[in-house]
């Protein structure tokens, strides 16, 4: 399975890495984040993100930027492993093997030693910068079952990206009530216990705002800035997703059927 830390998770030097991860202390009284950052043959876009996301979290919180190559077949990991020597807060993770978005997603925060969990996607076009007006909104909220989740106002991608995105989104409404109208947007900042409460599947990125709406949490929707790919190219077909998207929604809807609310009570 690709998610196996045991089996197809290797740290940056290459050597097996343990399945629990260690909760760092957080330094100076600054609120600990992890953000995570899914990368396949992004050798080029490394760099910039890297700086991007440092400059922006950088001095506001205690930060570890926690990239986790899946199954690149290109200079990514010796990339971000020459970063690394620059940039103290850079964690790396490598899958053996390509696993998907996901499961990188996945391993990311399993590993992630903050309370706190940013997402990104590695293609470079989140804008780090935005990551700040997630966090005001969930910082401020009294439930702490709570996501931010990025809404591109200005979509850079092309006209079929778009479309296939605007049918995806009215099936989630129409089928799982899903009111937030840019779910596949891959900014995001939650509790890194609440993440783990989410049901592990193949895709599951593309379904968060439902999953978390179904263990209670709430849910907001940010305007962010989406940038145009300028460095590299898209890892996966529209048609592809399309396709899987089907069975997908198939086996989310069984999910949100089958969940129960506990109210527990202890004495």
Known sequence: MCYDAKHNIRQEKGAPVATTRKQQPVKDGLTGISVIVPVKNEADNVRPLVEEIQNALGTAFDLEIVYVDDGSSDTTLETLRILKTEFPALKILAHHTSCGQSAAVHTGVCYAAHE??????????NDPADLPKLWEWVSSQENPWCMAIGRR?????AGIRKFSSKVAAEARRLLLKDSIPDSGCGIKILPRALFLELPYFDHMHRFMPSLVKRHGGRVASIPVAHRPRTRGVSKYGTLDRALVGIFDLIGVIWLLRRYRKRNVATY
């Open 153 to 157: 106002v200005k979509r850079q991608d």
């Open 116 to 125: 706190w969990i940013a997402v990104l996607d590695g293609d470079g076009q």
